[in-house]
């Protein structure tokens, strides 16, 4: 016993030494490895909108109080039409916790070793990273279809995903889910892009007021708002689950003042009707000014369009030749293994793609791609 205890120790803290993945948004790394060449280049590398919700001037006494989540959970449930469970400091914080929550929900018979994490091969890579760390075996899948044929402890569906843009359709998430209940299974979906979308997300489509113990679904404020630094995200999930994940997620996860300006945005309609007449108009602008010069650049049309970013499908050292040319013209993408996805950018950040892009055709990356 004590020589099986101590050898599921040392997985543990293996595991937990493993490189974390890496990430959008991480212009400052690029800044302290160029310099000044890299300071004032046009960061698309993440795809948070680019127009974001605008943070007004706030009390500083807030600083001062100790967090109370009461307003943010009822401008959530206005928002989402559903009540969270729970809000942690983003969706990432809640994904961190999802696998000791599970395990605690698990017989205790079952072997930890022996479950099996079922994970998209292309996509948010925290997701699979989450699951190793607590001894989850990690298998990847390429098609939805595949984890209706297959047996998993937990399965995750990032809806829609980033950065290939798939989506599944309302029939397939309701088999998973009746797949996941009859395996007493769980099925965690990922919205962290569907704000745009409201009406595909599996919250709007599940007529019981209280999600059954299978499913767990993730929201943030990352994305369509904008405000990946507020580190704001929600659970919902069946009561059962409820007193356990606030426990993990402890007793002040969020900041005041974070609280208290995401329940401003959440509530501020007439800017989120605005936004998605925004996002439409400058993906309208993108396709019609930018993509023709993205596609020469990429020698490729395999692409995928999202509200909030585009990304190409190409051979990965092409890629690569591509993020090094556009750092060139100042312009910083993210790069993938096959893959390259570029945020939809602001309005008023289109002229000066638009200008980097000429510049990089005329031959400015090293080879005349006109």
């Known amino acids: 016993m004590a020589a099986d205890l101590e050898a599921?120790?040392?997985?543990?803290?293996?595991?937990?030494?493993?490189?974390?993945?890496?990430?959008?948004?991480?212009?400052?790394?690029?800044?302290?490895?160029?310099?000044?060449?890299?300071?004032?280049?046009?960061?698309?590398?993440?795809?948070?909108?680019?127009?974001?919700?605008?943070?007004?001037?706030?009390?500083?006494?807030?600083?001062?109080?100790?967090?109370?989540?009461?307003?943010?959970?009822?401008?959530?449930?206005?928002?989402?039409?559903?009540?969270?469970?729970?809000?942690?400091?983003?969706?990432?914080?809640?994904?961190?916790?999802?696998?000791?929550?599970?395990?605690?929900?698990?017989?205790?018979?079952?072997?930890?070793?022996?479950?099996?994490?079922?994970?998209?091969?292309?996509?948010?890579?925290?997701?699979?990273?989450?699951?190793?760390?607590?001894?989850?075996?990690?298998?990847?899948?390429?098609?939805?279809?595949?984890?209706?044929?297959?047996?998993?402890?937990?399965?995750?569906?990032?809806?829609?995903?980033?950065?290939?843009?798939?989506?599944?359709?309302?029939?397939?998430?309701?088999?998973?889910?009746?797949?996941?209940?009859?395996?007493?299974?769980?099925?965690?979906?990922?919205?962290?892009?569907?704000?745009?979308?409201?009406?595909?997300?599996?919250?709007?489509n599940l007529p019981s007021s209280d999600l059954g113990e299978s499913l767990f679904v993730l929201r943030s404020v990352g994305k369509f708002f904008g405000l990946a630094g507020a580190r704001v995200g929600f659970v919902f999930c069946h009561s059962r689950w409820q007193a356990l994940l606030r426990n993990l997620l402890g007793p002040w996860p969020v900041a005041t003042p974070s609280l208290h300006l995401v329940s401003l945005a959440l509530a501020d309609t007439a800017w989120q009707t605005h936004a998605l007449e925004s996002l439409k108009a400058r993906q309208a602008a993108f396709v019609e000014r930018i993509m023709p010069k993205f596609n020469t650049i990429f020698d490729s049309q395999d692409y995928v369009l999202n509200a909030l970013f585009v990304t190409w499908f190409v051979d990965p050292e092409q890629g690569e030749k591509v993020f090094h040319w556009l750092h060139k013209v100042g312009v910083h993408v993210r790069l993938g293994d096959d893959w390259v996805r570029v945020a939809l950018p602001a309005l008023d950040e289109m002229d000066a793609l638009n200008s980097a892009l000429i510049r990089l055709l005329k031959g400015v990356g090293g080879r005349d791609l006109a």
């Open 8 to 204: 599921n120790t040392n997985k543990a803290l293996s595991a937990l030494n493993n490189t974390p993945p890496k990430h959008g948004g991480d212009l400052a790394y690029w800044q302290r490895q160029r310099g000044n060449e890299a300071l004032h280049w046009l960061d698309l590398s993440s795809a948070c909108n680019r127009e974001p919700w605008p943070v007004p001037a706030f009390d500083t006494r807030l600083w001062m109080d100790l967090p109370d989540q009461n307003v943010l959970f009822d401008e959530a449930e206005r928002y989402f039409k559903r009540r969270p469970k729970a809000i942690g400091a983003g969706s990432q914080h809640i994904i961190e916790c999802l696998p000791v929550l599970l395990q605690h929900g698990l017989p205790t018979t079952a072997p930890v070793t022996s479950l099996r994490a079922f994970v998209p091969r292309i996509g948010y890579q925290e997701h699979a990273f989450a699951w190793q760390k607590w001894g989850y075996e990690v298998v990847y899948y390429d098609e939805l279809n595949e984890l209706l044929t297959q047996p998993w402890a937990v399965a995750v569906v990032i809806q829609p995903n980033n950065p290939t843009g798939e989506w599944a359709t309302s029939e397939t998430m309701t088999k998973l889910i009746a797949h996941a209940e009859q395996q007493g299974a769980h099925l965690v979906v990922d919205e962290a892009f569907i704000d745009p979308y409201p009406e595909r997300s599996v919250l709007r």
